[in-house]
């Protein structure tokens, strides 16, 4: 970290802002292109400096104080101009109140572009804070990440502001008029998501007058009902105090919360900025996740029950914060998201606008709703698989462990893998339909409807689940198919299919996409490299971040509510989501095949990519690979005598679950599977 560490007075603000480096001019678009920007209610434009020079604070050795008389208000940054052929979208959730904005990698820096800004001690800011006339101390020392997110992002305690990197600022922000004055000083810039500001510590937020009383989780059966009456205390709340902000031509983007989507326009142009309250994002969290009355995953900031939250005390808190900040700015480009799954939809949207300036690889811009179908589908297109089986005595002989491995990184392993459609499909029936499955390079991407065949028809292993959840043992079933499915009935039962020629499949009716291809494979691959940093330094808290962003931003593909926006509609691709789940389902089934060739055992439970099994003391059945995709081990129990007994005395699937959910219970949080999306 370069420059002196010196405590900024927020009253005596440098006369240089926070800057970036300076932008092309051919990113500056004239003032009358119409085009340019559309702003609308909860739309907004600004620029995104993804590839720009983290940007700094040029700071003097010393700072006077600031003259408190006279002056009228604190600078105000130009603002970007933005091309509108090279912009795209990131988007932001507030309590599901979806907005958008359009960004460009290279936009014009407010900060670069801005006249001389105003002396500090032109700001008319009260000077409670003295100077400080010799360089300080780093706040924290030997921070594991650089200055990325610096001129992105600020955080802000009770005792001062700081750079993610550690670089002390200014003292205790003790207004909303401070905070404002803070903001427009700073200049911040995008990176994938709109410029932050993290409000860290329950202290901090009693500066401001954000205050809340909605009760201990103790008084309370229900923790969404606590959550449910936090979240509308702390918008009303916020709406009351936030006036100042209001009235110096700031504009709220949806209801406040624990994300503050704030943005401000001078003509056509328009700043956001989200101001993220740390102490209160738990009044979103399990909403969006599920809780069953326990604190889960916060996004960037961990999950509590599984030790990954932020320290305790704010100082500590910040410098982490700081560093996982610097972390996602580093490995992902991005700045994270009001939620793991925006954060997986701005890396999406860096990469698209990156493939559209270049003019090279898959550009996908509409969405890839469900067509019309010919009746209803049965749930989901796809379902992951649920399946238990009593344990038979050679089953439980000679078993001493219980095992389960899953698919490390399944679900990002398998979009990284494969080729999705997109653009409109064609209709196709009867014998067109059958034609167009048969293809030198297979089937299309693309819905067929065929006739699964009656399980008992087949010579199918009697320990694994039927190959195609929508099967049934003793009827034939008419349902709707990915490509996935389709190539994964014609395997042989060697390697978990049926081995059925597409003529048995009967296919009568198909949806076939023009156009396919690897949409996902430079996505999957940032994401893979970034778990890749995250396991070599075993940090636990960005690799499970990670997971949280990936599982969530494919679990969302199949909800249109979740990408309303205009410019955010194309990541609504429920078929992209349903060929995922299909081809990990697939994968599952051929290891348990040739698990059962090596090994001899049968697993007694599947969830989504989870096998479980009895084994022995010594015996391995885990893929020695560490590529993501193979089985892993994820949890191993010692079987007791009460465990074994379980197993032997289980009269019904429901025993078996109950004994399974004894054995993992000390591993119950473990999150390497898919399952929760």
Known sequence: MSGPWEQIPLFALPEATLTASPASTDDVVPDDDDDAVSVEAGVGVAADQADSEPAVAAHPESSE??????????????????????????????????????????????AATAEPTTPADALNLPSEIEPTATPRTPVWEALPAGEEADGHALIVTAAGTYTPSGRELTGPVDSVEKLDKLIRWAALTPLGAPAQIWVVGQAACELLGWIIDPGSEDDVDDMEALRTRAAQELTAVLQAALTPLLNAGWELRGDPGHVVHLSRSIGKFTSMVDVVIEPYVWTY?????????????????GSPTAGTYLPDDDLPAARELGRRLAWCAQHLGVLPGPTPARTGAAIVDKIKRERTRSGKGIVVTAPGSVPPLDGPPRGDLEPALGWTRVPEADDLD?????????????????AGMLEFGYGQPTHLTGGAAAAAAVGDKGAPFGLWRITLPPGQALSLPEKLPLPHPHMLTDQPVQTWVTTVSLDGLCSPVADGGIGAELDDLDITEAWVYPQQGRALDKWAKI????????????????????????????????????????????HHQPLWRASIIAHCRWRGRRVAMRIAREHGRWPIRTVTDSWVYLLADGEDIADPSEA??????????????????????????????????????????????????
């Open 628 to 677: 993501l995709g193979k089985m892993s081990v994820e949890k191993d129990v010692v079987l007791t005598d009460t465990l074994l007994s379980a197993f032997t005395s289980a009269q019904d699937v429901h025993d078996v679950n109950l004994a399974i959910r004894a054995a993992f219970a000390d591993d119950e949080d473990s999150e390497e599977g898919e399952g929760a999306l």
């Open 65 to 110: 104080q600031a003259d408190v008389a006279g002056a009228d208000e604190a600078p105000t940054p130009p603002y970007s101009e933005v091309d509108s052929e090279a912009v795209d979208s990131a988007a932001v959730d507030g309590d599901d109140e979806l907005t958008e904005i359009a960004t460009a990698e290279s936009a014009t820096s407010e």
């Open 285 to 301: 969290w399990n909403k969006d996740f599920g809780w069953h009355n326990r604190v889960g995953d916060m996004g960037i900031l």
């Open 398 to 414: 000679n078993a001493h462990r219980l095992v389960s491995i899953d698919q490390r990184a399944a679900y990002l392993a398998s």
């Open 527 to 570: 994401l893979r490299e970034a778990r890749k940093a995250a396991v070599d330094t075993d940090d636990a808290a960005t690799k499970r971040f990670l997971g949280t962003c990936y599982k969530g931003y494919i679990g969302r593909m199949v909800n249109p509510d979740m990408w309303t926006a205009t410019r955010m509609q194309h």
